[in-house]
């Protein structure tokens, strides 16, 4: 599984954040910075589909790889 954001879209909510700190790393004005295409860890999966559910601004992306 791959995960991507927005970068148009993410406006810095930081909401992917507080769902898991290492798998959605912030910049230091709050925007996300896993780019595109960053391969989700094993275990890490539900996480993941947490934080697009709760994005508000619909800036992730998940792909099946």
Do not use: N
């Amino acid at each position: 599984m791959e995960i991507s954001v927005d970068k148009d879209l993410c406006d810095a909510h930081g909401q992917c954040f507080m769902v898991d700190e290492e798998l959605f790393p912030l910049d230091e004005e709050g925007f996300s910075t896993i780019g595109e295409g960053s391969v989700v860890p094993a275990g890490k999966e539900d996480l993941a589909r947490e934080a697009v559910d709760v994005c508000p601004k619909q800036a992730l992306l998940i792909q099946s790889q």
